[in-house]
Protein backbone atom coordinates (compact mmCIF):
# COMPACT_ATOMS: atom_id res chain seq x y z
CA UNK A 1 0.00 0.00 0.00
CA UNK A 2 1.11 3.59 -0.58
CA UNK A 3 1.70 6.15 2.06
CA UNK A 4 -1.62 7.30 4.00
CA UNK A 5 -0.67 10.89 2.63
CA UNK A 6 -0.79 9.77 -1.08
CA UNK A 7 -1.62 13.39 -2.62
CA UNK A 8 -4.96 11.42 -4.78
CA UNK A 9 -6.80 14.03 -7.15
CA UNK A 10 -10.27 12.65 -8.63
CA UNK A 11 -11.83 14.28 -11.58
CA UNK A 12 -15.47 14.43 -11.12
CA UNK A 13 -17.87 13.96 -8.12
CA UNK A 14 -20.17 11.38 -9.61
CA UNK A 15 -21.08 8.00 -8.87
CA UNK A 16 -17.79 6.69 -9.87
CA UNK A 17 -15.83 9.80 -8.31
CA UNK A 18 -17.45 9.56 -5.31
CA UNK A 19 -17.45 5.83 -4.81
CA UNK A 20 -13.56 5.67 -5.60
CA UNK A 21 -12.94 8.51 -3.03
CA UNK A 22 -15.47 6.36 -0.26
CA UNK A 23 -13.16 3.23 -0.84
CA UNK A 24 -9.96 4.97 -0.93
CA UNK A 25 -10.79 6.17 2.84
CA UNK A 26 -12.05 2.96 3.47
CA UNK A 27 -8.29 2.33 3.26
CA UNK A 28 -6.58 4.85 5.33
CA UNK A 29 -6.26 7.50 2.55
CA UNK A 30 -7.02 10.96 3.88
CA UNK A 31 -5.36 13.31 1.37
CA UNK A 32 -8.15 12.93 -1.27
CA UNK A 33 -9.59 16.16 -3.62
CA UNK A 34 -12.59 15.97 -5.96
CA UNK A 35 -12.62 18.58 -8.74
CA UNK A 36 -15.95 19.08 -9.91
CA UNK A 37 -17.05 21.35 -13.23
CA UNK A 38 -20.54 21.64 -11.73
CA UNK A 39 -21.85 22.93 -8.83
CA UNK A 40 -23.31 19.76 -7.25
CA UNK A 41 -22.20 16.49 -7.13
CA UNK A 42 -24.05 13.28 -8.41
CA UNK A 43 -23.31 14.00 -11.91
CA UNK A 44 -26.04 12.08 -13.88
CA UNK A 45 -28.02 11.14 -10.50
CA UNK A 46 -29.93 14.47 -10.77
CA UNK A 47 -33.01 15.29 -8.49
CA UNK A 48 -35.29 18.38 -8.36
CA UNK A 49 -37.84 19.59 -6.83
CA UNK A 50 -41.24 20.63 -7.60
CA UNK A 51 -43.98 21.05 -5.32
CA UNK A 52 -41.92 20.15 -2.41
CA UNK A 53 -41.56 16.71 -3.32
CA UNK A 54 -38.38 15.19 -5.21
CA UNK A 55 -38.35 13.92 -8.62
CA UNK A 56 -35.42 12.39 -10.86
CA UNK A 57 -33.83 13.73 -13.83
CA UNK A 58 -31.01 10.95 -14.46
CA UNK A 59 -31.27 7.88 -12.58
CA UNK A 60 -34.39 6.35 -10.90
CA UNK A 61 -34.32 2.87 -10.63
CA UNK A 62 -32.18 0.53 -8.19
CA UNK A 63 -32.65 -2.85 -8.66
CA UNK A 64 -32.66 -5.17 -5.87
CA UNK A 65 -30.13 -6.73 -6.52
CA UNK A 66 -27.41 -3.68 -6.05
CA UNK A 67 -26.05 -4.60 -2.86
CA UNK A 68 -23.39 -2.14 -2.81
CA UNK A 69 -25.70 0.64 -3.98
CA UNK A 70 -28.36 -0.22 -1.04
CA UNK A 71 -25.15 -0.50 1.55
CA UNK A 72 -23.90 2.96 0.51
CA UNK A 73 -27.89 4.47 0.82
CA UNK A 74 -28.16 2.43 4.51
CA UNK A 75 -24.91 3.62 5.48
CA UNK A 76 -26.37 7.65 4.83
CA UNK A 77 -28.69 6.30 6.98
CA UNK A 78 -31.09 7.13 3.73
CA UNK A 79 -33.93 5.15 2.64
CA UNK A 80 -35.18 2.93 -0.66
CA UNK A 81 -39.23 2.73 -1.77
CA UNK A 82 -40.24 -0.14 -4.15
CA UNK A 83 -40.68 0.85 -7.48
CA UNK A 84 -44.39 1.02 -8.31
CA UNK A 85 -45.66 -1.55 -9.87
CA UNK A 86 -48.48 -0.03 -11.86
CA UNK A 87 -46.75 -0.38 -15.47
CA UNK A 88 -47.46 -1.56 -18.93
CA UNK A 89 -46.74 -1.43 -22.49
CA UNK A 90 -48.58 0.81 -25.32
CA UNK A 91 -49.50 0.96 -28.60
CA UNK A 92 -48.54 4.29 -30.53
CA UNK A 93 -52.75 4.60 -30.18
CA UNK A 94 -52.61 4.36 -26.24
CA UNK A 95 -54.28 1.13 -25.91
CA UNK A 96 -52.67 -1.07 -23.43
CA UNK A 97 -50.90 -4.35 -24.99
CA UNK A 98 -49.25 -7.81 -24.03
CA UNK A 99 -45.52 -7.59 -25.02
CA UNK A 100 -45.19 -11.69 -24.78
CA UNK A 101 -48.11 -12.99 -25.82
CA UNK A 102 -50.26 -15.95 -23.79
CA UNK A 103 -49.41 -18.86 -26.46
CA UNK A 104 -45.50 -17.36 -25.67
CA UNK A 105 -45.52 -17.50 -22.21
CA UNK A 106 -44.18 -20.88 -22.01
CA UNK A 107 -41.15 -20.87 -24.25
CA UNK A 108 -40.35 -16.47 -22.73
CA UNK A 109 -40.05 -18.61 -19.46
CA UNK A 110 -37.77 -21.79 -21.30
CA UNK A 111 -35.46 -18.99 -22.33
CA UNK A 112 -35.13 -17.03 -19.50
CA UNK A 113 -34.99 -19.84 -17.06
CA UNK A 114 -33.10 -22.20 -18.85
CA UNK A 115 -31.31 -20.82 -21.33
CA UNK A 116 -30.21 -17.73 -19.89
CA UNK A 117 -28.96 -19.19 -16.52
CA UNK A 118 -27.08 -21.43 -18.71
CA UNK A 119 -25.70 -18.93 -21.33
CA UNK A 120 -24.46 -16.91 -18.35
CA UNK A 121 -22.59 -19.66 -16.13
CA UNK A 122 -21.01 -20.53 -20.10
CA UNK A 123 -19.59 -16.90 -20.16
CA UNK A 124 -19.27 -15.90 -16.39
CA UNK A 125 -16.37 -13.85 -17.06
CA UNK A 126 -18.64 -11.40 -17.95
CA UNK A 127 -19.76 -10.29 -14.86
CA UNK A 128 -16.40 -9.92 -13.33
CA UNK A 129 -15.39 -5.32 -13.23
CA UNK A 130 -14.55 -4.35 -16.36
CA UNK A 131 -14.30 -5.92 -20.02
CA UNK A 132 -11.30 -7.32 -20.36
CA UNK A 133 -10.87 -10.80 -22.66
CA UNK A 134 -14.63 -10.78 -23.58
CA UNK A 135 -15.12 -14.23 -25.20
CA UNK A 136 -15.32 -13.83 -29.04
CA UNK A 137 -18.55 -14.98 -29.31
CA UNK A 138 -19.89 -11.61 -26.93
CA UNK A 139 -18.06 -9.54 -29.33
CA UNK A 140 -21.44 -9.66 -31.83
CA UNK A 141 -24.30 -7.76 -31.96
CA UNK A 142 -26.92 -8.60 -29.34
CA UNK A 143 -29.44 -9.49 -32.06
CA UNK A 144 -26.94 -11.65 -33.69
CA UNK A 145 -26.34 -13.21 -30.14
CA UNK A 146 -29.65 -13.86 -29.62
CA UNK A 147 -30.52 -15.37 -33.04
CA UNK A 148 -27.40 -17.73 -32.70
CA UNK A 149 -29.24 -18.92 -29.09
CA UNK A 150 -32.98 -18.57 -29.94
CA UNK A 151 -33.57 -15.73 -27.67
CA UNK A 152 -36.14 -14.15 -29.30
CA UNK A 153 -38.30 -13.76 -26.35
CA UNK A 154 -35.91 -12.37 -24.18
CA UNK A 155 -34.52 -10.00 -26.83
CA UNK A 156 -38.16 -8.61 -27.06
CA UNK A 157 -38.54 -8.40 -23.41
CA UNK A 158 -34.84 -7.19 -22.91
CA UNK A 159 -35.52 -3.88 -24.99
CA UNK A 160 -38.00 -2.37 -22.48
CA UNK A 161 -34.89 -1.94 -20.06
CA UNK A 162 -32.23 -1.51 -22.50
CA UNK A 163 -33.51 0.90 -25.46
CA UNK A 164 -35.99 2.72 -23.17
CA UNK A 165 -33.69 3.09 -20.58
CA UNK A 166 -31.06 4.88 -23.03
CA UNK A 167 -28.74 1.97 -24.02
CA UNK A 168 -29.27 1.95 -27.69
CA UNK A 169 -29.92 -0.85 -30.25
CA UNK A 170 -29.53 -4.23 -30.36
CA UNK A 171 -28.41 -4.54 -34.45
CA UNK A 172 -25.47 -1.93 -33.29
CA UNK A 173 -24.24 -2.38 -29.70
CA UNK A 174 -22.09 -5.63 -28.70
CA UNK A 175 -23.76 -8.27 -26.30
CA UNK A 176 -20.97 -7.94 -24.07
CA UNK A 177 -22.53 -4.57 -22.76
CA UNK A 178 -25.96 -6.01 -22.38
CA UNK A 179 -25.40 -9.32 -21.16
CA UNK A 180 -23.46 -7.62 -18.63
CA UNK A 181 -26.23 -6.09 -17.38
CA UNK A 182 -28.81 -8.53 -17.81
CA UNK A 183 -27.97 -10.75 -15.16
CA UNK A 184 -30.22 -12.88 -14.12
CA UNK A 185 -31.01 -11.69 -10.64
CA UNK A 186 -31.90 -8.11 -12.59
CA UNK A 187 -34.16 -10.28 -15.26
CA UNK A 188 -35.89 -11.11 -12.37
CA UNK A 189 -36.03 -8.14 -10.59
CA UNK A 190 -37.93 -6.30 -14.19
CA UNK A 191 -40.05 -9.75 -14.15
CA UNK A 192 -41.11 -9.76 -10.48
CA UNK A 193 -41.68 -5.73 -10.43
CA UNK A 194 -39.29 -5.79 -7.26
CA UNK A 195 -37.14 -2.72 -8.07
CA UNK A 196 -36.37 0.26 -5.40
CA UNK A 197 -36.18 4.21 -5.71
CA UNK A 198 -34.41 6.87 -3.64
CA UNK A 199 -36.95 7.93 -1.37
CA UNK A 200 -35.20 11.17 -0.85
CA UNK A 201 -33.67 11.43 -4.33
CA UNK A 202 -30.58 9.76 -6.01
CA UNK A 203 -28.85 13.22 -5.93
CA UNK A 204 -29.03 13.56 -1.81
CA UNK A 205 -27.36 10.16 -1.60
CA UNK A 206 -24.31 11.29 -3.68
CA UNK A 207 -24.40 15.68 -1.96
CA UNK A 208 -24.12 13.40 1.20
CA UNK A 209 -21.46 11.62 0.34
CA UNK A 210 -19.09 14.76 -1.19
CA UNK A 211 -20.11 16.98 2.19
CA UNK A 212 -17.46 13.90 3.67
CA UNK A 213 -15.02 14.96 1.46
CA UNK A 214 -12.88 17.83 0.08
CA UNK A 215 -15.06 18.55 -3.00
CA UNK A 216 -14.06 21.57 -4.78
CA UNK A 217 -17.40 22.64 -7.33
CA UNK A 218 -17.27 24.70 -10.57
CA UNK A 219 -13.69 24.21 -11.70
CA UNK A 220 -12.71 24.71 -15.20
CA UNK A 221 -9.29 22.19 -15.20
CA UNK A 222 -7.01 24.20 -17.79
CA UNK A 223 -4.59 21.37 -18.22
CA UNK A 224 -2.71 18.71 -16.34
CA UNK A 225 0.47 17.94 -16.77
CA UNK A 226 2.39 14.78 -15.75
CA UNK A 227 5.86 13.99 -14.63
CA UNK A 228 7.27 13.32 -11.96
CA UNK A 229 3.97 14.60 -9.91
CA UNK A 230 0.75 15.63 -11.76
CA UNK A 231 -0.04 19.10 -11.73
CA UNK A 232 -3.51 20.24 -12.04
CA UNK A 233 -4.30 23.78 -13.36
CA UNK A 234 -7.70 25.08 -13.02
CA UNK A 235 -8.93 28.54 -13.31
CA UNK A 236 -8.39 29.14 -9.42
CA UNK A 237 -5.43 26.69 -8.22
CA UNK A 238 -2.60 24.82 -9.39
CA UNK A 239 -2.85 21.34 -7.42
CA UNK A 240 0.15 19.28 -7.09
CA UNK A 241 -0.90 15.42 -6.93
CA UNK A 242 0.60 11.91 -6.54
CA UNK A 243 -2.19 10.24 -8.46
CA UNK A 244 -5.00 10.96 -10.22
CA UNK A 245 -8.17 9.55 -10.87
CA UNK A 246 -10.46 10.34 -13.80
CA UNK A 247 -14.09 10.42 -13.06
CA UNK A 248 -15.28 12.14 -15.64
CA UNK A 249 -16.15 11.02 -19.59
CA UNK A 250 -12.95 10.33 -21.07
CA UNK A 251 -13.31 12.54 -23.93
CA UNK A 252 -13.63 15.18 -22.02
CA UNK A 253 -10.49 14.64 -20.34
CA UNK A 254 -8.96 15.30 -23.93
CA UNK A 255 -9.57 19.09 -23.43
CA UNK A 256 -6.87 19.23 -20.71
CA UNK A 257 -4.94 16.23 -20.28
CA UNK A 258 -1.29 16.19 -21.69
CA UNK A 259 -2.60 12.47 -23.29
CA UNK A 260 0.05 10.36 -24.69
CA UNK A 261 -0.76 8.64 -28.06
CA UNK A 262 -2.63 5.97 -26.38
CA UNK A 263 -4.79 7.39 -24.82
CA UNK A 264 -5.73 10.15 -27.38
CA UNK A 265 -6.47 7.31 -29.78
CA UNK A 266 -8.50 5.47 -27.11
CA UNK A 267 -10.32 8.01 -25.80
CA UNK A 268 -11.58 9.13 -29.55
CA UNK A 269 -13.63 6.20 -30.01
CA UNK A 270 -15.84 6.89 -27.53
CA UNK A 271 -19.87 7.00 -28.26
CA UNK A 272 -22.50 8.26 -26.80
CA UNK A 273 -26.46 8.13 -27.31
CA UNK A 274 -28.13 11.71 -26.95
CA UNK A 275 -30.73 10.87 -24.27
CA UNK A 276 -33.31 12.73 -23.07
CA UNK A 277 -35.16 13.12 -19.71
CA UNK A 278 -38.40 15.69 -20.40
CA UNK A 279 -40.35 16.35 -17.12
CA UNK A 280 -43.47 17.46 -18.37
CA UNK A 281 -47.21 18.50 -16.33
CA UNK A 282 -49.34 16.04 -18.03
CA UNK A 283 -53.24 16.19 -18.45
CA UNK A 284 -55.35 12.53 -19.87
CA UNK A 285 -52.41 10.23 -19.63
CA UNK A 286 -53.27 6.83 -19.41
CA UNK A 287 -53.72 5.64 -16.27
CA UNK A 288 -50.22 3.86 -15.90
CA UNK A 289 -47.71 5.10 -13.95
CA UNK A 290 -44.53 3.61 -16.11
CA UNK A 291 -45.83 3.11 -19.77
CA UNK A 292 -43.26 1.67 -22.53
CA UNK A 293 -44.06 2.42 -26.17
CA UNK A 294 -42.16 -0.55 -27.71
CA UNK A 295 -43.10 0.49 -31.09
CA UNK A 296 -40.32 3.05 -30.60
CA UNK A 297 -37.32 1.12 -29.27
CA UNK A 298 -36.03 1.10 -32.56
CA UNK A 299 -33.19 3.72 -34.73
CA UNK A 300 -35.79 4.66 -37.52
CA UNK A 301 -37.86 5.91 -34.22
CA UNK A 302 -35.14 8.45 -32.60
CA UNK A 303 -37.00 11.75 -31.17
CA UNK A 304 -39.84 9.57 -30.08
CA UNK A 305 -41.16 8.69 -26.12
CA UNK A 306 -40.16 5.08 -25.17
CA UNK A 307 -41.52 5.66 -21.97
CA UNK A 308 -42.82 7.64 -19.27
CA UNK A 309 -42.29 7.10 -15.50
CA UNK A 310 -45.15 9.45 -13.00
CA UNK A 311 -43.02 9.27 -9.81
CA UNK A 312 -46.38 9.96 -7.07
CA UNK A 313 -49.97 9.61 -8.30
CA UNK A 314 -51.47 12.94 -7.33
CA UNK A 315 -48.86 14.72 -9.12
CA UNK A 316 -49.69 15.09 -12.72
CA UNK A 317 -45.42 15.44 -13.50
CA UNK A 318 -44.31 12.48 -15.20
CA UNK A 319 -40.79 11.59 -17.17
CA UNK A 320 -40.10 11.19 -20.48
CA UNK A 321 -37.23 9.33 -22.33
CA UNK A 322 -36.02 9.93 -25.65
CA UNK A 323 -33.07 8.95 -27.77
CA UNK A 324 -32.13 11.55 -30.03
CA UNK A 325 -29.61 11.43 -33.05
CA UNK A 326 -27.46 13.80 -33.92
CA UNK A 327 -29.26 16.20 -36.44
CA UNK A 328 -32.25 16.64 -33.66
CA UNK A 329 -32.40 19.47 -31.13
CA UNK A 330 -34.69 20.19 -28.11
CA UNK A 331 -36.99 22.24 -30.02
CA UNK A 332 -37.21 18.74 -32.92
CA UNK A 333 -37.87 16.14 -29.91
CA UNK A 334 -40.53 18.63 -28.57
CA UNK A 335 -42.52 18.67 -31.74
CA UNK A 336 -42.56 14.58 -32.42
CA UNK A 337 -43.37 14.22 -28.56
CA UNK A 338 -46.35 16.31 -29.26
CA UNK A 339 -47.87 14.65 -31.47
CA UNK A 340 -46.93 11.30 -30.09
CA UNK A 341 -49.34 12.47 -26.89
CA UNK A 342 -51.62 13.77 -28.87
CA UNK A 343 -52.03 10.04 -30.56
CA UNK A 344 -52.31 8.43 -26.89
CA UNK A 345 -54.67 10.89 -26.09
CA UNK A 346 -52.98 13.05 -23.67
CA UNK A 347 -51.82 16.96 -23.36
CA UNK A 348 -48.43 18.78 -22.42
CA UNK A 349 -50.00 21.56 -19.49
CA UNK A 350 -46.68 22.48 -19.04
CA UNK A 351 -42.84 22.13 -19.74
CA UNK A 352 -41.17 22.25 -16.21
CA UNK A 353 -37.69 20.84 -16.91
CA UNK A 354 -35.35 18.87 -19.01
CA UNK A 355 -32.07 17.47 -19.97
CA UNK A 356 -29.54 16.17 -22.44
CA UNK A 357 -27.24 13.64 -21.48
CA UNK A 358 -24.07 12.33 -22.96
CA UNK A 359 -25.31 9.04 -22.49
CA UNK A 360 -24.15 5.54 -22.31
CA UNK A 361 -19.81 5.58 -23.08
CA UNK A 362 -19.26 2.93 -25.42
CA UNK A 363 -17.33 1.45 -28.20
CA UNK A 364 -18.44 0.22 -31.85
CA UNK A 365 -18.20 -3.88 -31.76
CA UNK A 366 -14.89 -3.52 -34.15
CA UNK A 367 -13.25 -1.62 -31.73
CA UNK A 368 -13.93 -4.34 -28.85
CA UNK A 369 -12.92 -7.02 -31.47
CA UNK A 370 -9.59 -4.73 -31.63
CA UNK A 371 -9.30 -5.11 -28.24
CA UNK A 372 -9.97 -1.34 -27.22
CA UNK A 373 -10.38 -2.56 -23.61
CA UNK A 374 -7.38 -4.41 -23.08
CA UNK A 375 -5.63 -1.61 -24.42
CA UNK A 376 -7.70 0.60 -22.15
CA UNK A 377 -7.00 -1.65 -18.89
CA UNK A 378 -2.80 -1.72 -19.38
CA UNK A 379 -3.38 1.80 -19.37
CA UNK A 380 -4.44 2.00 -15.66
CA UNK A 381 -1.66 2.90 -13.27
CA UNK A 382 0.27 4.42 -16.54
CA UNK A 383 1.75 7.90 -15.05
CA UNK A 384 0.20 7.68 -12.29
CA UNK A 385 -3.40 7.85 -13.92
CA UNK A 386 -6.22 5.60 -13.81
CA UNK A 387 -9.69 5.80 -14.67
CA UNK A 388 -13.79 4.55 -13.56
CA UNK A 389 -17.13 5.13 -14.81
CA UNK A 390 -19.66 4.25 -16.92
CA UNK A 391 -17.52 3.03 -19.79
CA UNK A 392 -15.41 0.59 -18.12
CA UNK A 393 -18.68 -1.67 -16.55
CA UNK A 394 -21.71 -0.35 -17.92
CA UNK A 395 -23.92 2.39 -17.80
CA UNK A 396 -25.90 1.71 -14.06
CA UNK A 397 -24.99 2.92 -11.12
CA UNK A 398 -24.43 -0.49 -8.73
CA UNK A 399 -22.07 -1.13 -12.21
CA UNK A 400 -20.15 2.21 -11.91
CA UNK A 401 -20.12 1.61 -8.10
CA UNK A 402 -18.37 -1.69 -8.49
CA UNK A 403 -15.42 -0.60 -10.72
CA UNK A 404 -14.68 2.24 -8.50
CA UNK A 405 -14.37 -0.31 -5.79
CA UNK A 406 -12.21 -3.17 -7.48
CA UNK A 407 -9.86 -0.51 -9.14
CA UNK A 408 -9.18 0.97 -5.40
CA UNK A 409 -8.40 -2.29 -4.83
CA UNK A 410 -6.59 -3.68 -7.13
CA UNK A 411 -4.29 -0.56 -7.97
CA UNK A 412 -4.25 1.35 -4.32
C1 LIG B 1 -31.89 9.67 -17.75
C2 LIG B 1 -31.04 8.66 -17.04
C3 LIG B 1 -31.65 7.62 -16.36
C4 LIG B 1 -30.87 6.69 -15.67
N1 LIG B 1 -31.49 5.71 -14.96
C5 LIG B 1 -30.76 4.88 -14.18
C6 LIG B 1 -31.41 3.98 -13.32
O1 LIG B 1 -32.63 3.94 -13.26
N2 LIG B 1 -30.63 3.16 -12.54
C7 LIG B 1 -29.26 3.22 -12.58
O2 LIG B 1 -28.59 2.48 -11.84
N3 LIG B 1 -28.62 4.08 -13.41
C8 LIG B 1 -29.34 4.90 -14.19
N4 LIG B 1 -28.72 5.81 -14.98
C9 LIG B 1 -27.25 5.73 -15.12
C10 LIG B 1 -26.48 6.29 -13.92
O3 LIG B 1 -27.04 7.52 -13.54
C11 LIG B 1 -25.03 6.48 -14.35
O4 LIG B 1 -24.53 5.30 -14.92
C12 LIG B 1 -24.11 6.89 -13.22
O5 LIG B 1 -24.70 7.86 -12.42
C13 LIG B 1 -22.81 7.38 -13.86
O6 LIG B 1 -21.90 7.79 -12.91
P1 LIG B 1 -20.47 8.34 -13.35
O7 LIG B 1 -19.87 8.93 -12.13
O8 LIG B 1 -19.72 7.30 -14.07
O9 LIG B 1 -20.75 9.46 -14.44
P2 LIG B 1 -21.48 10.88 -14.28
O10 LIG B 1 -22.69 10.76 -13.44
O11 LIG B 1 -21.64 11.39 -15.66
O12 LIG B 1 -20.42 11.74 -13.49
C14 LIG B 1 -19.33 12.37 -14.09
C15 LIG B 1 -19.02 13.64 -13.29
O13 LIG B 1 -17.88 14.26 -13.87
C16 LIG B 1 -18.13 15.65 -13.97
N5 LIG B 1 -17.27 16.19 -15.01
C17 LIG B 1 -17.39 16.02 -16.36
N6 LIG B 1 -16.42 16.70 -17.00
C18 LIG B 1 -15.65 17.28 -16.03
C19 LIG B 1 -14.51 18.10 -16.05
N7 LIG B 1 -13.94 18.49 -17.20
N8 LIG B 1 -14.01 18.53 -14.88
C20 LIG B 1 -14.57 18.17 -13.70
N9 LIG B 1 -15.68 17.39 -13.62
C21 LIG B 1 -16.20 16.96 -14.77
C22 LIG B 1 -19.62 15.73 -14.27
O14 LIG B 1 -20.14 17.00 -13.99
C23 LIG B 1 -20.16 14.64 -13.34
O15 LIG B 1 -20.42 15.12 -12.06
C24 LIG B 1 -29.45 6.77 -15.69
C25 LIG B 1 -28.85 7.82 -16.37
C26 LIG B 1 -29.63 8.75 -17.04
C27 LIG B 1 -28.95 9.87 -17.78
Known sequence: MLSNNTRIGIIGA????????????????????????????????????????????????????S???????????????????????????????????KLEQI??????FVKLPYLQFKYRKIFQPGFKNINDELIQSFEGFCKQNNLDLF????????????????????????????????????????DFIFLEGSANVWKKIAEQFDVRYQQHINNIKRNETIEVE?????????????????????????????????????????????????????????????SNFSPDKQGHIMCWYRRYPDINLY????????????????????????QIGATIKEKYVSAEWKYFPH?????????????????????????VGELLNFSYIEAVIEYSYDLVKRFF
Open 14 to 65: GAAGLSAALALRKKGYKNITLLEKEVYAGGKCHSFDYQGRNFELGAVVIPYC
Open 67 to 101: RKTLNIISDLGLKVAPLTKDRAFFNSSGEQIELIG
Open 107 to 112: QFFWQV
Open 155 to 194: EKFSNSVCAAYGYGYFDQVSTAYYLKFLKLPLVLAVITQT
Open 234 to 294: TQTEVLELDKLILACPLDNALNFLDTALDEEELFSKIKYNKYWSFALIMENMPKKSIGYLP
Open 319 to 342: NFYVIANNSQEEQDIEKIMIEDLN
Open 363 to 387: VDILDIENKFYERLESLQGMNNTYF
